[in-house]
């Protein structure tokens, strides 16, 4: 009845997640849950990797997953600062209403 | 002795020199005073101008303008001299041609499959002296110069002499190259040229709208003929290789008449377009009473004694062309004959004196080309030539009645002048006669051979001849209608011009009696070949030209002998003397005997002098055809164009070319510009919805990046 | 069979803490939901046997990146934000659009999938050694390099933090 | 030096532009002075090519050919036929006048006014003798920024609509001109084995009739535009009427024959099949004579002057181009003769509205009228001007037209009739023209005090004014310095067509001005 | 895995760690040596110096390659590879970081923010692209393209109290991380296809599928997503208008220069790598980006109003020509992208400092109508940027026409007849907007406006800037060749 777990339920998996991670990013107004989801989406690619390196039993994917997880705390950082400068001079953190530049 | 065969190159060119002398440095000799500044009236008042000067003013009398009035008619004279001489030399040689190529002027390839292969066309700066083109230089030379010594008098107290003379001596430089050229081509530059001239001279009282008009409409109307022109000399070239005349004769010779409608025809036909725009013949010939509103001297020279000739000198110079294409013959002696007849109608009501003649000039150039239609070249030419001289003598005696009456023209309100000008009234005098065709004098010569030759050649018929004997009847009746109504009679002048009236100088009477004599005699030397009693001698003009005509009559001489009936001609020339002085009566009892009948007539016909007076309506018709016709079933935006037109008064084609051209204008600025700037419009429209995306709003771009995995996945999925 | 129910548990929490991160009006208990889905996938690290990249995680993502976003979350959070629209007014759109790549994304892996499915099974082996020694063995030599970009990437990171969130430098 | 000469014709404006560039600003005369002595030794210099001609000889003359970019196979690659002969002393000589003419005309930023026209100088002359594609291409593109500004800061009230337009219109044309170039380029690697843009090179191209019809096409829209050939010519009105007095006389006496220059140097040599292809020659021809009697109808109805003139081009230039694809000698010759007329004639018509334009400020021609009472010289020159461009034989519109006719009539009868009525038409509108501006009465009080023509005006109308006569009068130079290339032209495209008509290719006998009995 | 850090390796780096160094350098000189605003232009002189030591490394590099006749030199096991290409991308990196620090100073004072971090952050964002020109792993160039684009996060915030900079820094990071996510999605499949992070590897992997494997097109769909929002291709352009308006402009121009050369090279390294097999399955795609990109970013140009904004379209728009040199894919058309790339970078650069040179006091300089009568109060600067204006439309005899000319070439090589129809004519499209800033500079009125001064940096940079724009469209022959060692690989 419970079939062996295999390469493919974790890429679904992970496909999954990159969805609700890109569905977060186009739906929410909150830019920082904007960022929580690119959070998602970066998890769904490590899933990605780990199963990968698991697949060849090798390493690399393991290592990249962790070069991934290094940019996503350096994206977030830097994203949270823009955010706090932003949001100082616009008291806004809403992404709908960042709408200076168009056209 | 001087070699004047070899140097008839420089016959034309001393009317160029002294043309050019004058318009350059014209405005140094005679400085023009400042009333010559003409202003319309409305704004002549409100600036302080003074209006238009006085055409009659006196000038003082410059030294310079002594000068211009010897270059002007002196240049023509020493043309006249190099002629003669030309001529006299020209006279001695067994051949009777005299070719003088200067240097090639157009040299192009050019194809053609009758030749046999290829040949390169090199229209020379040629001359071609041979006793047609004698004729024409000594015509044109003589009739010139005393039409340039008239002038003289006439212009002198004109503004712009200088002008005059110069645009005068360009003429005789246009028309000499014309007559002297030895191919189609240089023929083309004169006759080109001719018109330009005209068109200077038509307009030279260019403050004058109408003149203006009318020079225009000279020039564009002869510029439709010239297409023609042009057309067929292309065709010549490319049927025979070759637009020089000697060897486009040489092509025809051997050749049959063509039965059909063929390429000879062709040619001829379309060289037939030109002449009827220069001569003024059906359907062309609108632009010469309009061209009266040249000075009078112009009309003399120009619109009567040489350059409206031109076409009849063409046709002659063709005649080994012409005489190879029936059907195009026929149809030149239709025209013409139709042309005469219209024209001579139209004269018959007229009362302008300048119109009336000019009406005449047509009507007899219609004649000219009747004779040149039925085969009989040298008798075209010869009308041409005694032409030149009555023709002459009526403009230049109506300008010396204009002169005295103080720019009078209408003749309605002239009459009883013979014995205050008489000089002018005694000359004219001869003239109507010789053009009423009323023997000795030169017209009925020539008329009288052009009768014969309809009634006799193969090519011609009784019914052409029927309707040259009706033109007859009415040209003596309208040439004395108004020579009654001019001088005979009661006087009705204005107070002020018979207070003016007086005789015209020397220098204008002189040439009046000069051509008074040539009316008289010149038509002597062509007399009937029934008249044998006065000798060969006398018959001189047919067999000076008949080496040139030699090879055209070759073709229907033989059969046109075996016709002559000597009692017919005598009968046929009885029968138009006595026409001529039926006219002649007709005119005396209407207007001299019985001057109220006219009036009673032209009550009781009104249509039909309506008709007449309005001259059949020609440029009304078209009008009518063309502005109301098309204005009425096109509806708004025709009727928008219409006001134009009637506002510019202008005739049937000139409305039809403006009316395509601002259709054109229209298509321009709507369609063909408009698609231009519909793709601009796109363009920029599209700017507008590219930059929409751009929201500002970061999750709409990041939609769009989405968007772009669907599409490209998607693609993936439907590939 | 215990993997697979681990599994499943552990997916379950990556997806339903994914969907609660990104529907939960409050942001601060998106985050909550975030940590949720981030021990759910440290979970399914443990299963495929990446026990640092389990500790990688715990430790520096949720003890990190997600206290960062708190701490964010807690200052410039007003009230009433919470009390907003937490959906833009596309967002349907951009749902219909998200799940038309998630078919396609499915339907492309339904096709390869088995292409990646191993044939043997050589993960055997892996387990034997230490994965963290293994792993540090290869980061330090054959990217090492990597890791060195990585240094400077967090220094940049934290410099840029610093420029763009402070009031004054 | 002398194996440099067209170097030197090229680069003299060039060089007298930097120099201008370096003098200062403020000193107008200066400027102009300096500007006039550029482009009269910009005139000087080329005057030795008409002596070191040499009529008889095949081909290119004067043939400079360096390296300029081997990677690309670019040769910086000179020479002159008798076609581009007589379109840069055309170019020299008009550019000189049109320079000359500005004196007065233009009295802002004079400095940056001849620098352009100066600049655009070589650019035109440098379309003119370039026998490298590649070259020729930078020319062609050099010579629109010039006039661009010339006519965007120095022309009418819709200057810059006219200045965008005449730029956006050529450049797309030139870019899909580029195209074709690259083609050829292309297949002559594919065909030869290496890359090479020079003229020589390609004509050993033996492209299918496919091909070579799409990028006949490819040519045809870079160069109709410039021509301008009928439906291209919207850009033309607006442009001539908005630029100064001498940018509509070189737009319209030298930009314009670049295009048929194309055509003449590339389209027909280079692509033979297309060139005589029934369709393609059918399509040029029946555009041709649209456009001249298009054109003509169109300036009938014009109440700009400049406007008028500026459309009577489009006729003009359907006589040139009928002329091309009549594609025998006759046709070829007199089309670049008629290119030569065109510039000289329309020049001049252009010059003239332009003296007008500085006394009164207006292009209308209802607010002239009478014009000959108070300017009789201007009256005269203009007379002459206008004769020349209807084609008044013994001035030299006739000569070209006549023997477009000639070449036209010999292809297809029907084309020289309608092309016939040009001659009509032209008549029409350029009497009517004159009519309007110099004949009748002065209706406006403003007319009745303006001055005659100066000095400087007569200088730059009287060598317009000899050129005109001496084309008319005595041709045959022309036709003898063009009888190689055409003749040349004709082989290439129609190879037959020499030894089908029995034509020797060969000048008429030297000395040819033969006095005396024939 | 025996030896790491060998002599090779480290030759192959020396480049980038003087980047690093010296970009470290100035952030700890920034804080410790130079505390007072008006000593932080000192910090320029950091800047030249690890660029010099930099172009000393590169050199060497170049010197190596050539008298040893090599095709390239790899280093740390694959994960780098200096070769023509490297070389040829880090040279216009060299070149761009300098001309675009020596205009900084004085335009970030007027702006009010001059530190010492823009400095670091210009030389760190230049090591990143260094590792994305030189990078052949997936890895390093992951981590080569966020060190970059952390840089450029920041550089495009750094006017930090100007609302638009911010917004333009949160949504270039927003999207930069997604579109990141995207991308290292697929790289994590091409892992999974090979099993290594190796280009190489992973070439070798995906040459042994189908040209359409599902998975093979799922790795590179997603993969391109991000590069081609990098390289700000339609339709994942739509963060370079505003990144490029918000930004202080020296960072639009270093932007739209260094970062889209750097990411051209990074996109040629994948498209031409892994997935030059797979030609047939992306080659239509990129053809409807290029077309889109061309189509979106001509036409959307012509109605701006902001200078910065204009180019910001006309950047997308030029980025569409050189990916059709890769559609187009011949050794013709490879060439052509990179002599593109080339003279993009000098127009745009010049394009941009005329820009810079506008901003004062009281002016932002960046409408089009602050360009009004610029010919009459600073004819140089109008003539200047009339020139980068030119070639940037490719018009001969400027650079632009160059790069032009190879990539209508190609496509004519490669039987892409409407491609570069369609391309000629977007060329006649661009002319119109480019002539709007021509119009006003030199047809409209004056403003009322003093001439500008202009610093001895602005007029090098504009110097050097100009002079490579219109030598390389009349000289182009040894910018050519040195296009043609980019093509050794």
């Not at chain 2, 377009?273 to 009309?299: C, H, N, R, Y």
Request: aromatic share 14%.
């Amino acid at each position: 009845m419970l079939h062996p777990i295999t390469n493919a339920h974790f890429l679904v998996l992970s496909a999954a997640l990159l969805l609700i991670g890109t569905i977060g990013v186009l739906t929410r107004r909150n830019m920082v849950v904007i960022l929580m989801s690119i959070e998602l989406i970066l998890n769904a690619v490590n899933i990605n990797l780990v199963t990968f390196s698991r697949h060849f039993g090798d390493v690399h994917g393991q290592i990249f997953a962790i070069f991934v997880i290094t940019v996503a705390a350096a994206e977030t950082a830097v994203g949270l600062g823009i955010l706090i400068a932003l949001f100082r001079n616009r008291e806004t953190v809403l992404a709908d209403e960042v709408d200076l530049l168009k056209w | 002795m001087v070699n004047f065969l070899d140097l008839i190159w420089l016959i034309p060119l001393f009317p160029l020199a002294g043309a050019v002398t004058m318009l350059l440095a014209g405005r140094r000799l005679d400085p023009q005073p400042p009333s010559e500044v003409a202003l319309a009236p409305g704004v002549a008042a409100a600036s302080g101008g003074n209006g238009h000067g006085d055409a009659h003013g006196h000038h003082p009398a410059a030294p310079g303008r002594f000068l211009i009035s010897l270059i002007g008619p002196g240049t023509v004279l020493l043309s006249l001299l190099f002629s003669a001489g030309a001529v006299i030399q020209l006279a001695g040689l067994p051949e009777k041609v005299h070719e003088v190529v200067k240097y090639t002027w157009i040299p192009a390839f050019f194809f053609h499959p009758a030749g046999g292969g290829g040949a390169r066309l090199a229209a020379d700066f040629g001359f071609l002296l041979d006793p047609l083109s004698a004729v024409m230089i000594l015509v044109v030379t003589v009739v010139g110069f005393l039409i340039h010594v008239y002038s003289i008098g006439y212009m002198g107290h004109e503004g712009g002499y200088y002008r005059f003379f110069g645009y005068m001596n360009l003429f005789v430089f246009f028309m000499l190259t014309l007559v002297l050229a030895n191919n189609y081509l240089l023929l083309f530059v004169g006759w080109e040229g001719v018109g330009l001239s005209s068109y200077l001279l038509i307009g030279f009282y260019f403050h004058k709208k109408s003149a203006g008009d009318a020079g225009k409409k000279a020039f564009v109307v002869n510029r439709i003929g010239d297409a023609g022109f042009i057309m067929g000399m292309l065709l010549m070239l490319a049927t025979f290789g070759t637009v020089r005349f000697v060897d486009v004769n040489a092509a025809l010779a051997g050749r049959e008449p063509e039965t059909g409608f063929g390429v000879l025809s062709a040619i001829a036909l379309l060289l037939f377009i030109g002449a009827t725009g220069k001569s003024a013949q059906i359907p062309l010939f609108t632009w010469l009473p309009d061209a009266m509103e040249g000075p009078t001297p112009v009309s003399a020279l120009i619109h009567a004694a040489t350059m409206v000739t031109a076409g009849v000198y063409m046709v002659a110079r063709s005649s080994a062309l012409f005489a190879l294409t029936p059907q195009t013959s026929f149809l030149v002696a239709a025209v013409g004959a139709a042309t005469a007849i219209l024209a001579a109608s139209i004269a018959l009501v007229q009362n302008d004196i300048k119109r009336v003649l000019a009406y005449s000039t047509v009507s007899q150039l219609g004649y000219m080309f009747l004779a040149a239609g039925v085969g009989a070249y040298w008798v075209a030419i010869f009308h041409l030539y005694t032409h030149a001289f009555f023709k002459a003598l009526l403009f230049l005696g109506a300008g010396s009645v204009i002169h005295a009456l103080g720019g009078e023209q209408d003749i309605r309100r002239m009459g009883g002048l013979k014995d205050k000008i008489p000089v002018t009234y005694r000359t004219m005098w001869i003239a109507s006669l010789a053009i009423a065709g009323i023997p000795p004098l030169a017209g009925f010569f020539s008329k009288d051979e052009i009768l014969w030759q309809t009634w006799s050649s193969p090519l011609g018929s009784k019914a052409l001849w029927a309707v040259g004997v009706v033109t007859a009847f009415m040209t003596a009746f309208y040439m004395w209608r108004l020579m009654f109504l001019t001088f005979h009679g009661r006087p009705r002048l204005s107070e002020e011009a018979s207070r003016h009236v007086h005789e015209s100088p020397p220098v204008m009477t002189v040439p009046l009696v000069a051509l008074a004599a040539g009316s008289v005699a010149a038509g002597w030397i062509g007399m009937p070949k029934i008249w044998t009693w006065f000798g060969e001698g006398f018959r001189l003009f047919e067999h000076w030209l008949a080496p040139v005509f030699a090879a055209a009559t070759a073709h229907w001489h033989a059969h046109a002998e075996a016709h002559h009936d000597v009692s017919i001609e005598w009968a046929l020339m009885i029968l138009s003397v006595v026409i001529a002085a039926a006219g002649i009566a007709l005119a005396r009892h209407l207007y001299l005997v019985r001057p109220d009948a006219p009036e009673a007539i032209r009550q009781r016909a009104a249509p039909v002098y309506n008709v007449l007076y309005n001259k059949w309506y020609v440029d009304e018709i078209y009008d009518f055809l063309f502005v109301n016709g098309l204005a009425k079933g096109g509806g708004s935006l025709l009727s928008r164009f219409d006001a134009a037109v009637v506002d510019g008064g202008v005739n049937g084609t000139g409305w039809l070319t403006r009316f395509t051209s601002t259709l054109s204008v229209w298509w321009d600025t709507w369609v063909v510009d408009g698609s231009v700037r519909l793709i601009a419009f796109t363009v920029k429209m599209f700017s507008y919805p590219a930059r929409l995306l751009q929201t500002g709003y970061l999750q709409s771009y990041a939609l769009v990046i989405l968007v772009g995995v669907a599409v490209a996945l998607g693609y993936y999925l439907m590939r | 069979m215990a993997d697979t129910i681990l599994f499943y548990i552990f997916a379950a929490f990556v997806l339903g803490g994914g969907v609660l991160t990104v529907t939960r009006r409050n942001s601060v208990h998106s985050a909550l939901w975030l940590i949720v889905s981030l021990l759910g996938t440290a979970g399914l690290f443990l299963l495929r046997q990446a026990e640092f990249l389990f500790a990688v995680q715990i430790i520096l993502y949720i003890g990190g990146v997600v206290l960062l976003i708190l701490f964010v979350v807690m200052l410039v959070n007003l009230d009433e934000t919470a009390r907003l629209r937490q959906f833009n007014k596309a967002w349907w759109v951009a749902l219909a659009c998200a799940v038309v790549v998630g078919i396609e994304i499915w339907y492309v892996l339904n096709r390869g999938l088995e292409t990646l499915e191993p044939g043997e099974a050589p993960q055997t082996a892996a387990t034997i050694e230490g994965n963290t020694e293994r792993l540090a063995d290869v980061l330090f030599s054959e990217y090492l390099l990597p890791f060195e970009i990585a240094s400077l990437l967090l220094l940049v990171a934290i410099v840029g933090s610093v420029v763009m969130a402070k009031k004054r430098i | 030096m002398s194996e440099h000469l067209l170097s030197i014709v090229l680069f003299t404006p060039l060089a007298g532009m930097l120099v201008l560039l370096l003098l200062p600003g403020s000193n107008k005369n200066l400027i102009r002075i300096w500007a006039n002595i550029a482009a009269a030794a910009g005139f000087l210099v080329s005057l030795p090519l008409v002596f070191r001609f040499d009529k008889n000889a095949e081909g290119f003359q004067m043939v400079e050919r360096y390296d300029w970019i081997p990677a690309l196979g670019v040769k910086y690659y000179l020479g002159i036929d008798g076609i581009s002969l007589l379109l840069v002393m055309l170019t020299t000589l008009l550019g000189f006048l049109a320079i000359l003419s500005s004196w007065s005309a233009i009295d802002r930023h004079l400095k940056a006014y001849y620098a352009m026209f100066l600049l655009q100088q070589t650019g035109m002359i440098g379309v003119f003798i370039s026998l490298d594609f590649f070259l020729f291409y930078v020319f062609w593109e050099v010579v629109l920024v010039p006039m661009y500004f010339i006519i965007g800061v120095w022309g009418g009230p819709r200057k810059l609509y006219a200045a965008i337009k005449f730029f956006l219109y050529t450049l797309a044309g030139s870019v899909l001109m580029l195209l074709g170039i690259l083609t050829l380029y292309f297949q002559h690697f594919e065909q030869h084995g290496f890359y090479t843009f020079e003229i020589s090179e390609l004509l050993k191209l033996d492209m299918p009739l496919a091909l070579e019809r799409w990028v006949f096409w490819a040519f045809f829209i870079g160069f109709a535009i410039k021509v301008p050939m009928f439906p291209f010519h919207t850009w033309l009105p607006d442009a001539h009427t908005e630029a100064p007095t001498a940018g509509s006389v070189i737009l319209a006496a030298i930009l314009l024959k670049m295009g048929t220059y194309g055509f003449l140097r590339f389209s027909l040599p280079l692509l033979p099949k297309a060139s005589i292809d029934p369709w393609i020659v059918q399509v040029m021809a029946a555009l041709s004579i649209v456009a001249i009697i298009y054109g003509a109808l169109v300036s009938l109805m014009q109440d700009d002057w400049k406007r008028l003139v500026a459309f009577s081009s489009v006729s003009h230039l359907g006589f040139c181009t009928l002329g091309i694809f009549a594609l025998n000698p006759n046709g070829i010759a007199g089309s670049v003769i008629q290119q030569i007329n065109h510039g000289i004639s329309t020049g001049m018509l252009f010059l003239i509205v332009g003296v007008a334009y500085e006394r009164r400020h207006t292009r209308m021609i209802s607010e002239y009228g009478g014009l000959a009472h108070v300017m009789p010289n201007f009256s005269f020159v203009f007379a002459f001007a206008m004769l020349s461009s209807a084609g008044l034989p013994l001035l030299n519109g006739f000569v070209g037209e006549f023997t477009i006719l000639q070449g036209a009539f010999e292809t297809n009868r029907a084309w020289a009739a309608f092309a016939v009525t040009g001659v009509i038409l032209g008549a029409a509108y350029l009497l009517w023209l004159y009519q309007r501006t110099m004949l009748g009465q002065i209706t406006n009080p403003k007319n009745l005090r303006l001055p005659d023509l100066n000095l400087r005006e007569w200088a730059v109308f009287l060598p317009f004014m000899a050129w005109a006569l001496w084309i008319g009068v005595y041709p045959k130079p022309y036709f003898e310095v063009l009888e190689k290339p055409v003749a040349q032209l004709v082989e290439r495209v129609r190879p037959d067509y020499f030894a089908q008509h029995a034509l020797a290719v060969q000048a008429p006998a030297p000395g040819a001005v033969e006095a005396g009995e024939r | 895995m025996s030896q790491f850090y060998t002599s090779t390796d480290h030759f192959v780096l020396v480049p980038a760690i003087m980047l690093a160094l010296f970009g470290c350098a100035v952030l700890l000189f920034d804080f410790f040596l130079f505390p007072e605003p008006r000593q932080r232009k000192r910090l320029v002189w950091f800047l030249f110096a690890g660029e010099i030591f930099t172009a000393a490394g590169l050199w060497r590099q170049q010197a190596f390659l050539a008298s040893e006749g090599l095709p390239e030199i790899t280093a740390f096991q694959g994960t780098l590879t200096v070769d023509g290409f490297s070389l040829f991308f880090n040279w216009i990196f060299v070149a761009v970081s300098l001309l675009v620090a020596i205009v900084s100073w004085r335009y970030l004072e007027i702006e009010g923010e001059h530190h010492g971090e823009y400095y670091g952050l210009i030389l760190l964002a230049q090591c990143g692209m260094y590792f994305l020109a030189t990078g052949t792993d997936l890895i390093t160039l992951f981590i080569g393209l966020e060190l970059m684009a952390l840089c450029f996060y920041v550089m495009v915030g750094f006017l930090r109290e100007r609302k638009r900079s911010n917004e333009a820094a949160m949504k270039y990071l927003l999207l930069g991380a997604f579109s990141s996510g995207l991308m290292v999605y697929g790289f994590s499949v091409m892992y999974g296809l090979a099993g290594s992070t190796k280009l190489r590897a992973v070439a070798a992997a995906i040459a042994s599928r189908d040209a359409w494997d599902p998975v093979v097109f799922l790795a590179m769909a997603t993969t391109a997503v991000g590069v081609l929002f990098k390289v700000s291709a339609a339709p994942f352009h739509m963060w370079a208008p505003d990144a490029y308006e918000g930004a202080p402009t020296t960072v639009t121009a270093f932007l739209a220069v260094g970062s889209k050369a750097a990411s051209f090279a990074f996109l040629m390294r994948i498209f031409l790598g892994p997935l030059e097999t797979a030609r047939p399955a992306w080659e239509p795609l990129l053809v409807l980006v290029a077309v889109l990109s061309l189509t979106i970013g001509n036409l959307a140009a012509i109605t701006q109003n902001n200078v910065k904004r204009l180019l910001a379209y006309s950047s997308i728009s030029h980025a569409g020509y050189i990916l059709l040199g890769l559609i187009a894919g011949n050794a013709t058309g490879l060439k052509g992208m990179a002599v593109y790339i080339l003279v993009y970078a000098f127009m745009t650069l010049g394009a941009f400092l005329v820009v810079v040179a506008l901003r004062r006091e009281n002016l932002i300089g960046e409408d089009i109508e602050d360009m009004a009568g610029l010919m009459h109060r600073s004819p140089g600067y109008a003539v200047l940027m009339l020139i980068f204006l030119l070639s940037l439309a490719g018009i001969p005899p400027t650079a632009g026409f160059i790069g032009k000319y190879y990539i209508f070439l190609a496509l004519l090589e490669t039987s892409h007849y409407l491609l570069a129809a369609l391309a000629a004519l977007y060329v006649a499209v661009a002319i119109y907007y480019y002539f709007r800033i021509v119009r006003s500079m030199f047809i409209s009125e004056a403003v009322a406006a003093p001439p500008l001064e202009s610093t001895v940096g602005l007029r090098v940079a504009l110097a050097v800037t100009g002079v490579l724009t219109l030598a390389i469209g009349v000289y182009p022959e040894p910018f050519l060749r040195l296009a043609q060692t980019s093509l050794v690989r």
